[in-house]
């Protein structure tokens, strides 16, 4: 939904939605292959520890999702995975490939209500309280200065962001700093008293997660391991830390599409699974609390009749509809400043009180719609004589502000091996030109994704020659919003280097480079 960020960028259009895919709802196993449809009862392939059931057993037409799925489809939207849960039981989910259900994805700041969950247990368990002062924890961090407005800072603020900060920090803004990101807050002006202005800020989630640290000697991940992810079952998670050992608490975590949906599941459970109370029920209501009216809880957002929820950038969502025992996960590459949320809402929780369609014809065409989910349009192989006639060589690239030094394509029939060599070293994409490829590299997006730099990404990668001189490669970095489109242009001994990103918060294409070829 995408409150984070400013500025509005379009979406290229939206692929055609056949390919194979395996889909489960319900418990049916639902594969369409050019050989035509098969339907089989299965376990879900990938073991969740959640029930499944059907839609209409839990008072929701399979119409409505279809209704909504449709709208998704013309609006253009690019979601990566969606599961819907009430009453116990997921009632509908589905994966537009190359996103699987086992895959993590990059949550962005659907984290901060996380970490909301850490400060709510370590202040359950006596560790500090509310109304504790922000300086208070750091007293080796603060400026020479600290003026009254800074003083008056307490966690409750930190948690409604009314910091009284003038503007919102960026996760991105930190991540390339490798100084105490504690003392940075602590930089920051306090223009407003605390208390009084709601500005949405990742800094405010920083120091929430620091003082979680501080007062338990763990990061906030660590601390939450037994108290949160063994109870639901969430595993294979990551969450690195930044400079102290602390983590950025307000983004950095990645986790399964699942994973948002148990959260989810949790608070709309008021704090209980398999009844045991996990999170202290006065936490999840008051996380859920219009502290800052018709707008935001704890780290929560508001939405209609009592709906919260959490928000990632790009659209990472958890949505729980407390009056209705229901809860939408999704997780999606979606342009800052788009009007998703407000379509999520004319459809959601309208569905779960209106009228139920009984009709079988529904329920097959919504397991056919979901078991067709793809990203990208149908792979159509295609060669070029200067495939073999380029193979092998370097080609220069003149200095530029990504710090690429040269690039190097090798063909076979069957892949190509793209070598990037930049500042931090040489890295490797094998593209499938046939079908797409899988694998991992430690090439990443940086500035065209949003300043994310890990050590080692999964990507999907396929190439296909535009016309005789123009190769052009998708890498779909499916642990992440984030697909790249990277076009090579051979005109005699030059090649012209171009590459763009489907969603970011800043450019979303990278200067043109004119590469020579090495003698």
Known sequence: MSHHNEQEYGLSPRPSRRAALQL????????????????????????????????????????????????????????????????????????????????????????????????????????????????????????????????????????????????????????????????????????????????????????????????????????????????????????????????????????????????????????????????????????????????????????????????????????????????LAITAGIPPGSRFGKMVFRHFPAMFSGALAKSDADAGELKMRTANLHLLPPFMPASSPVAAQISGKTWQMPENGDGIKSVKLSFDDRHCTFTMDDNRGTHTIEVGLDAPLEGTTTMTGNRLHHEYQPDVMRVVASGVWRDVRTFAMTWTFVESAFRDTVTCTFEGAQMRLARSVNVNSSALDMPTLLGKAQA
Request: charged share 20%; proline share 6%; net charge neutral.
């Open 24 to 327: 489960l709802l319900g418990g049916a196993a639902v594969v369409v292959t050019p050989g035509g449809l098969s339907s089989a009862r299965a376990e879900t392939a990938f073991a969740d520890g959640l029930s499944r059931g059907r839609p209409e057993e839990q008072g929701i037409a399979p119409s409505a999702i279809l209704n909504f799925l449709d709208e998704v489809d013309r609006q253009g939207y690019e979601l990566h995975s969606f599961m819907l849960w009430r009453n116990g039981q997921v009632v509908a989910e589905g994966w537009w490939q190359p996103y699987r259900a086992e895959r993590s994805h990059m949550m962005h700041s659907l984290t901060k209500s996380v970490t909301a969950c850490a400060v709510g247990l370590a202040i359950a368990d006596g560790r500090f309280g509310v109304q504790d002062k922000a300086i208070s924890f750091f007293k080796d961090k603060l400026p020479s200065d600290v003026d009254d407005k800074l003083a008056a800072m307490t966690v409750e603020d930190l948690l409604t962001m009314r910091t009284g900060h003038a503007s919102m920090t960026s996760g991105s803004a930190w991540r390339p700093i490798k100084t105490s990101w504690v003392a940075e807050f602590f930089k920051i002006p306090v223009v407003h008293q605390p208390g009084t202005k709601w500005v949405y800020t990742s800094a405010a989630t920083y120091l929430l997660s620091a003082i979680v640290t501080k007062t338990t000697g763990e990061a906030v991940a660590d601390y939450l391991k037994p108290r949160l992810f063994a109870p639901l079952g969430i595993s294979g998670h990551e969450w690195p830390v930044g400079p102290e050992g602390i983590s950025p608490g307000a983004n950095g975590l990645s986790w399964k599409t699942v994973d948002c949906l148990k959260l989810g599941i949790l608070h709309a459970q008021k704090g209980q699974w398999n009844g045991k109370q996990v999170l202290p029920a006065d936490w999840v209501a008051a996380v859920q609390y219009p502290h800052v009216k018709d707008t935001y809880g704890y780290q929560w957002w508001l939405g209609p009749e009592g709906t919260f929820y959490a928000d990632g950038l790009f659209d990472q969502l958890s949505f729980v509809f407390p009056g209705h025992n229901a809860v």
